[in-house]
Every structure is written in structure tokens, then in C-alpha cells.
């Protein structure tokens, strides 16, 4: 096993992989910016190294910088956490060819999902079902006029080295393909350096479903079942919850088949999510995220497994102890998003913190970095504070979901708890209704 994790990340995630490490007698090395030299994760690492100025290309992405703190720490592994250079298959590859082990999948395996239309192709061929679109990329738009009529409207057309919604445009009707896709392509161009795009069927109300699988890059595999994702905002989550509330147990134990054998089929290592849209009770693949992600906790709460643990494990090289059969959902968990952001414009509101209190009790968790006299930098990304609630019924979950939000207190900036409080008084979202659309509408109204 590693003697020493350097942790390539902050906030709470940071925290995340440090409290991994120390359960399993590992040293960590938090590395930081200069507006960060009093955060959280830098308190509590055994060991701490400045990468940089604030802006995070020259702190957080500066791979050399943190390169060089591995190298004089002497750690034996990076952890990259989610975000930042967590999906960078370059960053991946130098830190193996230093010696030093990537705690997530091969670099190969990192690129191949990062383009949209090489990860589609890859499990089309591993058995996963996907969106019905073009086979692979899509040169011109003259190209797209049959491929679209064959598909049938209405289309979209993305990004092959998208993500995030950007680069993405849906098509109604035939008239409006041309512009589309020129319009797409320039996009993906001018955003990502490549103007490669392919089409889809364009699903109008589907659910963002998602399934964690865990896999040693030795042929095992296992699936930790699903979260449901779907809402969201400017493609922004707000609030996950796990399992799906209205899948069927039949179809959530076939997809979660389908993702571990398709895992254990392309030597996938490391923990991995499928995305899927969910329509008509069908599954159509999407993406596959190759970290770990914001919203592994509700999965961790159902399942009872450390994710995080699993990765370092797998990367020092074990053999997966996880095994399919003694893997079973407990009960029902929910994550709230709390970003220091007014509740109502969603502007970022960072400052000082004068008073946190997190709630507890059984079934509560939360994972934040924040401390009452601690202030939140305008560099970084919003969010401060995962709410994580667990109970034996979805409805117990969300009584509790209620009691804990009421408890937790955030002073000196604005947060989205308010929100979040108006959501889960929400009947529709009580019940369990809603797509991945749902969301905006009640923010914009309600
Ligand atoms: C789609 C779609 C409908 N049909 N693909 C948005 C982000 C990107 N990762 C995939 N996205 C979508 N792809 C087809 N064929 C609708 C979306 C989409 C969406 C997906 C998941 C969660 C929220 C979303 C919000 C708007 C659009």
C-alpha cells in the first residue's frame, strides 16, 4: 500500500481523499495557491505544498508545479480528485511515466472517454445501449442532411470533445440542420480546439441517470447501482439522490449488469460512472465520467462502501475485494449541492464565513471544507458544502432531508439552502416527478 497520497485538489473533495488516506495509515500532502494557504485541506494534511498564484491555470492545472511537489514530498501516488485535472489524460500519463501511480483509470482509457464519439463507438461494441445517432463523427453539413432524415427529427447535434451542455444544438426541423450545424462546429472549435460533431435523436424528457461502477483494470468488475441526477440547472447539479425513485428492480439490476461487464470488458480500473438519459423506461448511454464524482456520496450511503478507499486500493495494485453478490442497496439517500450563491440569481457570494454549524444525527453527513472565520476565495467553484442524508425509505430520507437543513447554519455569505429548502417542500419532487428540465422551470416560477 502507498505510504504517502498527494492530494491534486481542494475543498471538500480535498478533505474527501485525506480522510480515505488517514483510515488506511497513508500520509497526505495537500498542495495549494496562495489564496488558499488557509484552507481546510491545507490544515489538515500531514504535509502541504504552495503550487502557485490563485488563478487555478497557474496553481491547480499547473502540472509541472505539481509534479515537482510529488516529487519533493516524496509521494508515492496522486489523487486528482473531480474537476481541475482530474479527466486530463496527458496529466495522467506524465505522473505514470514519473513513477508515480494515478489513482483513476489508464491515460488510454481517460482519452477514449473524453471524446464523446470514440466512448459511444467503445460501448455500442461492449453491449451498452446508446442514443440513436450517427455512426460516429460527422464531417459536413451536407454529410448530416441524410443522416439526420434517417435519424428523424427533431436531432442534436454535439461536441465530440464536449461536456457541460457547450457546443450542443437541438434540431427541429430539416431547414434549420445546416445552420445548426455550423453553429455547433464553431462552437466545439473555439471551445475545445476540435470542430468534430456527430447527431443524435434528440430525447425530450428524460431523466439523467447514472451508474458507479468500481473495476481493477484486472477483468473485475462490480456496479454500485444508480443515482438519478436529473436536477439540474444550466447543466450545473443541484441535488442527486440514489437509487432512481422510479426505476424497476429488474431493469436497475440489467443496467447495472450492463456497466459492470462493459467495465470489466475494456479493463476499466479505478471507480467510473455511465451516464445515461432514461426515457420510456429505456436506457441510451451518453457519456462516461472516469473520477470520482461530486455526488458519490448518496451511492457510498446505500451501498456502504468507501468509493474513494476502492480507488487507492486498486491503484496500489490490489486485487478487488468488492463482490457483486454482497452488494445491495439499504435504504434511500439524497445530496444537497450548497453553493455560497444567492438562492434566487445564482451570482457567487464569497466573503467570510461567521457562523457554521453542520447538522448531524443518524443518517446525516456533510462534506465541506468550511470553517466560521474562514474566507471563501472568487477564484474557485462554488460549492461549499454537500448535505448528504440518508434513511431506510425515501420518505424517511426526506423528513430527515428537512430536519437537516433546518439545523445547518451558513453566516456571512448567501447559499442555495434556501433553495434547497423550498425543493424538498416541493410535491413534485416529493413524489419523485421530474426530468432533467423540471428543475428550471421551478426556479424561474416558483
Ligand atoms: C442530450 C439531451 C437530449 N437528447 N442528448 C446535456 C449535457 C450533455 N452532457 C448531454 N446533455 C444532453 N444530451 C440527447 N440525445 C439532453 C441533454 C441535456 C441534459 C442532460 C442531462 C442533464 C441535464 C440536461 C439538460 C439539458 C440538456
Not at 447543466?235 to 432512481?244: N, R, W
Not at 425513485?245 to 480500473?269: H, S
Request: glycine share 8%.
Amino acid at each position: 500500500m502507498f505510504k504517502k497520497v498527494l492530494i491534486a485538489n481542494r475543498g471538500e473533495i480535498a478533505l474527501r481523499i485525506h480522510r480515505a488516506c488517514k483510515e488506511m495509515g497513508i500520509s497526505t500532502v495537500a498542495v495549494h495557491s496562495t489564496a488558499d494557504s488557509n484552507a481546510m485541506h491545507v490544515r489538515l494534511a500531514d504535509e502541504s505544498v504552495c503550487i502557485g498564484p490563485p488563478t487555478a491555470a497557474d496553481s491547480y492545472l499547473n502540472i509541472p508545479a505539481i509534479l515537482s511537489a510529488a516529487t519533493v514530498t516524496d509521494a508515492d501516488a496522486i489523487h486528482p480528485g473531480y474537476g481541475f485535472l482530474s479527466e486530463n489524460a496527458n496529466f495522467a500519463r506524465i505522473v505514470e511515466e514519473h513513477g508515480i501511480a494515478f489513482i483513476g483509470p489508464s491515460s488510454d482509457l481517460i482519452a477514449t472517454m473524453g471524446d464523446k464519439v470514440a466512448a459511444k463507438d467503445a460501448m455500442k461494441r461492449a453491449g451498452v445501449p446508446v442514443v440513436p445517432g450517427s455512426d460516429g463523427a460527422v464531417k459536413t453539413a451536407a454529410d448530416a442532411v441524410p443522416i439526420a432524415a434517417d435519424i428523424g427529427y427533431p436531432v442534436i447535434v454535439k461536441a465530440a470533445s464536449g461536456g457541460g451542455g457547450r457546443g450542443m444544438k437541438v434540431v427541429q426541423r430539416p431547414e434549420d440542420l445546416e445552420s445548426a450545424f455550423n453553429m455547433a462546429s464553431t462552437e466545439a472549435l473555439a471551445g475545445f480546439g476540435d470542430a468534430t460533431v456527430y447527431i443524435e435523436k434528440f430525447l425530450g424528457q428524460p431523466r439523467h441517470v447514472e451508474v458507479q461502477v468500481i473495476a481493477d483494470g484486472k477483468g473485475n468488475a462490480v456496479h454500485l447501482f444508480e443515482r438519478d441526477c436529473s436536477l439540474q440547472r444550466k447543466h450545473q447539479k443541484v441535488l442527486e439522490e440514489a437509487p432512481c425513485p422510479i426505476l424497476d428492480e429488474a431493469t436497475r439490476q440489467r443496467i447495472g449488469k450492463v456497466c459492470a461487464d462493459a467495465a470489466a470488458n475494456l479493463g476499466y480500473r479505478s471507480a467510473g460512472t455511465f451516464e445515461f438519459l432514461f426515457e420510456n423506461d429505456e436506457f441510451y448511454f451518453i457519456e462516461m465520467n472516469t473520477r470520482v464524482q461530486v455526488e458519490h456520496p448518496v451511492t457510498e450511503m446505500i451501498c456502504d462502501i468507501d468509493i474513494v478507499a476502492e480507488m487507492i486500493r486498486i491503484a496500489a495494485g490490489e486485487e478487488m475485494s468488492l463482490r457483486q453478490d454482497d452488494i445491495r442497496i439499504n435504504g434511500h439517500a439524497f445530496e444537497c449541492r450548497i453553493n455560497a450563491e444567492d438562492p434566487e440569481t445564482f451570482t457567487p457570494s464569497p466573503g467570510r464565513i461567521v457562523e457554521f454549524h453542520a447538522p448531524g444525527g443518524l443518517g446525516v453527513r456533510v462534506d465541506s471544507a468550511l470553517y466560521a472565520g474562514y474566507s471563501i476565495p472568487p477564484y474557485y467553484d462554488s460549492l461549499v458544502a454537500k448535505l448528504i442524508v440518508h434513511g431506510r425509505t425515501r420518505d424517511e430520507a426526506l423528513m430527515r432531508l428537512r430536519r437537516a437543513l433546518g439545523e445547518m447554519v451558513v453566516s456571512g455569505v448567501s447559499t442555495t439552502i434556501p433553495l434547497h429548502q423550498r425543493l424538498a417542500d416541493n410535491p413534485s419532487f416529493i413524489a419523485g416527478d421530474y426530468d432533467i428540465h423540471w428543475l428550471e422551470s421551478f426556479v424561474a416560477t416558483d
